[in-house]
């Protein structure tokens, strides 16, 4: 643990000098007086999707670094307090209620799975603290639950640099009709919040441009026998499947799959694109797709200085998925602390309820470029970036093959 170097008193951020570590083995807090405020950030940092969720984490990191070595709020060092939700609600939970309890915390990036995010925004609100997830797509952690015909924001201190499902479901559907040119899919969820949701409106999207489901299935999680499934899909005559879900079952599907002789691709959302679906499938993901947030992280001038970092810095997981995007999500928090200060004469308020206040504000006013293109959000607190991209494995390799923005049908 590091040492923090500032306390809560009757409300107020004391400055102190003293010398710590953040979560890099950066020193911070060396140089003269100033405070320390903490950034929280939630993922599956181990277990399920950790590959991902470390992303997420070392994405944040190098916001901070830069944030910190770069002096872009003066007389504030910035430390990240990164915990594990384990891809379980529960733990995120736990964890959103450890953040908001750290006096020194002004904000959290994460999480990376919609259905953890749907047991922490409660707990952000209710301490008037912003959180920003780089991943989470499900409509309804914005828009409410009857988005579809009345959209209404439940929590005004959430924030996502991820775009909707609603968008991505439409783009693939619109890409394996038209591109592919699949006229008939099979379409597996694994019942989480993320996953159900997404190929759900896939479903809804692909059939309105003419497609045909020609059935749907669930699995749970943790699941490693697919033997029943594959057999189901081969006497479906289906030419696509798709599914709604992370990368460690979707892996172990597309493999049992193929290996029962049925050769069509299986096609999934951002859960699924990751490195460790190819490593998982091997030569059996040849030829699969997922749809993902943005544009290729490598095809953007800004980004390249930030893959170079993480790379030299030997960090763990895969930046490709929300990398980019968890830097963007804690440079608008950093922003955000910097306005407070700008308006403040300069000086970071001292009373941190009045400090979280200012910075939920700040994020909702954010225009910048960042990594991942223009850094603003609407008013329901999606951000206004709606690009997505096809990609598709090719020599044992994710290839963009496609970028744009949904075509609602």
């Not at 004391?14 to 950066?26: I, K, P, V």
């Not at 915390?105 to 799975?113: D, E, I, K, S």
């Not at 594959?230 to 798709?242: F, H, P, Q, W």
């Not at 994020?363 to 329901?380: A, M, N, P, R």
Request: a neutral charge; aromatic letters at 8%.
């Amino acid at each position: 643990m590091v040492i923090l170097t500032s306390v809560l008193t009757t409300g107020a951020l004391t400055l102190t000098a003293c010398g710590s570590r953040d979560d890099s083995g950066n020193k911070s807090g060396d140089s003269g007086d100033g405070t320390t405020l903490t950034i929280g950030v939630d993922a599956p940092l181990s277990g399920e999707n950790s590959t991902t969720g470390l992303g997420i984490q070392y994405g944040a990191q190098i916001a901070v670094d830069d944030a910190n070595k770069n002096n872009w709020v003066p007389g504030v060092k910035f430390k990240l307090k990164a915990l594990d939700d384990k891809a379980q609600p529960a733990t995120g939970q736990s964890n959103a209620t450890s953040i908001v309890g750290d006096k020194t915390a002004v904000g959290a990036v994460g999480p990376l799975n919609s259905g953890v995010a749907q047991t922490m925004q409660q707990v952000f609100a209710s301490a008037n603290m912003v959180q920003i997830s780089p991943a989470n797509t499900n409509p309804e952690l914005t828009q409410g639950k009857n988005w579809q015909t009345d959209k209404k924001r439940p929590y005004k201190t959430y924030f996502r640099t991820a775009t909707t499902d609603e968008l991505q479901g439409s783009f693939a559907a619109g890409y394996a009709y038209n591109g592919l040119k699949k006229k008939k899919a099979f379409v597996v969820d694994d019942k989480q919040t993320y996953g159900a949701g997404l190929a759900k409106i896939f479903a809804e999207q692909y059939k309105k441009y003419g497609g045909k489901v020609v059935a749907t299935d669930h699995v749970n999680t943790g699941d490693k026998d697919f033997g029943s499934l594959a057999t189901k899909i081969k006497n479906s005559g289906a030419d696509l499947l798709y599914y709604g879900g992370q990368y460690d079952e979707s892996a172990l599907i597309t493999k049992q799959l193929k290996d029962a002789g049925v050769k069509i691709p299986l096609f999934g959302g951002d859960g699924m694109f990751a490195s460790t679906y190819i490593e998982a499938a091997g030569k059996s993901s040849e030829g699969d797709l997922a749809t993902a947030i943005g544009v290729p992280a490598d095809t953007l001038p800004a980004a390249k200085q930030f893959i170079q970092t993480y790379k030299d810095k030997g960090y763990k997981g895969d930046y490709g998925a929300y990398g980019a995007y968890a830097y963007d999500a804690t440079t608008a928090i950093i922003k955000a602390v910097k306005a407070a200060a700008d308006a403040n004469g300069g000086k970071v308020p001292t009373d941190i309820n009045d400090l979280r206040s200012k910075v939920v504000d700040g994020v909702q006013k954010s225009d910048f470029e960042g990594l991942t293109g223009k850094i603003s959000f609407d008013q329901y607190g999606d951000t206004t970036n709606k690009q997505l991209t096809v990609y598709q494995v090719e020599k044992g390799a994710w290839n963009d093959v496609e970028t744009g923005t949904a075509d609602l049908k």
